[in-house]
């Protein structure tokens, strides 16, 4: 269903996910108003902004569940698993893989990732093509490729580590990324403390992990306004550590979650909320913003709360579901507990499908 139509029942308003009884007017791609009025319509229940998953590698979907390795053996460049795999594969095989996760991430309520995607100007191309709007894409330089080749396919740049180039690339890297205007991303602070300076210094649109990273690199980051985005399953597959999510929340990072490689973790938003809330934060409001509006703001989208004039794509979760019966709180119920099967409809660019895949006519 397109054109122009109404969605009502408890909305998890604004920025602040303030639960209020209304509707949604939801008008071609966007939100074109929302009221407070209790109203009937076809579609009803819980509206809730659709996730935003902040860190993916889409690519290295073509094996999946490894042995348990160490960090380095799995994922460090030139010789990780993850690259010895990578290159073996084909171009066909990859975007089976990519197109795979798309299917895992649209069913689990996922309107969008920000991907890290290896193989230079042809893997960012290549997922592009596939994805469309439905990730941005940060590409990093594979041999035979210059920078300027990587950011005419990319949406911007995400560098593995510092650790992982000579002197000096990353700020060359930054620099040439910025002149574009596009996102730069980077990895620190994953494997230990030793590349997280080198990576704020270079200033980038946000920092993946920060694992290991003192108190000092957190306010260092926050003073800055680099945004963090972490992946504690991911951390805890790879044996990296756990990150002090608690630590950063305290520095005044914004925060946000992602679900790192495809190989190591299914990209399941409502299991990355889950394990941060409960293992990490106790702070369900928080946690969902980590999900929705702070991946958003990283991506530079105009997504990941309701409100007027926003991109009309959130989920409608069916309270009649056995998971939300008894509920205390409707959102902590969403970060603590809800998972794909209770999502009712997920409205994408403004089209209502059922969780079944079937678009509503
Ligand atoms: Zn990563």
Request: aromatic letters at 6%.
């Amino acid at each position: 269903m397109s054109g122009e139509y109404v969605v009502s029942g408890t909305i998890l308003y604004g920025d602040e996910f303030e639960a209020r009884e209304g509707y949604v007017v939801v008008s071609g791609p966007k939100i074109r108003e929302v009221g407070f009025e209790r109203c009937d319509s076809d579609i009803r229940g819980l509206i809730c902004p659709a996730f935003v998953n902040a860190h993916t590698h889409l690519g290295d979907a073509i094996v999946k569940d490894p042995p348990f390795m160490p960090l380095v053996d799995l994922v460090a460049p030139p010789d990780g698993l993850k690259h010895r795999v990578l290159n073996a594969a084909s171009p066909a095989e990859v975007a089976e893989g990519i197109r795979s996760s798309l299917g895992v991430m649209g069913r689990t309520g996922t309107c969008h990732c920000v991907d890290f995607r290896e193989n230079g100007a042809a893997g960012a191309r290549l997922l592009k093509r596939i994805a469309g709007p439905r990730a941005t894409v940060l590409g990093r330089p594979a041999p035979g490729d210059t920078i300027e080749s990587v950011l005419a396919e990319a949406d911007g740049t995400g560098i593995s580590s510092t650790r992982d180039l000579p002197p000096g690339a990353a700020e060359d890297i930054a620099e040439k990324t910025k002149k574009t205007g596009k996102i730069i991303g980077i990895h620190a602070g994953e494997l230990n403390r030793d590349d997280i300076d080198t990576a704020i210094d270079i200033m980038p649109g946000f920092l993946v992990h920060m694992t290991h990273a003192a108190a000092k690199d957190m306010k260092r980051a926050a003073d800055n306004g680099i945004p963090v985005v972490t992946c504690p399953r991911s951390n805890a597959i790879t044996g990296a550590g756990l990150p002090p999510l608690k630590e950063m929340r305290e520095a005044g990072a914004t925060l946000a979650l992602g679900t790192d490689n495809v190989m190591l973790n299914s990209p399941d938003m409502f299991r990355e909320m889950e394990w941060a809330d409960k293992l990490f934060l106790h702070d369900d409001e928080f946690v969902l913003r980590m999900a929705t509006l702070n991946g958003a703001k990283i991506a530079r989208l105009n997504k990941g709360s309701i409100l007027p004039g926003k991109d009309a794509d959130f989920l409608v979760f069916d309270l009649k579901s056995d998971t939300f019966k008894s509920s205390q709180n409707l959102l902590s119920t969403v970060v603590r507990r809800a998972g794909p099967d209770d999502i009712g409809y997920f409205i994408y660019e403004g089209k209502a499908w059922r969780n079944n895949y079937s678009r509503r006519s």
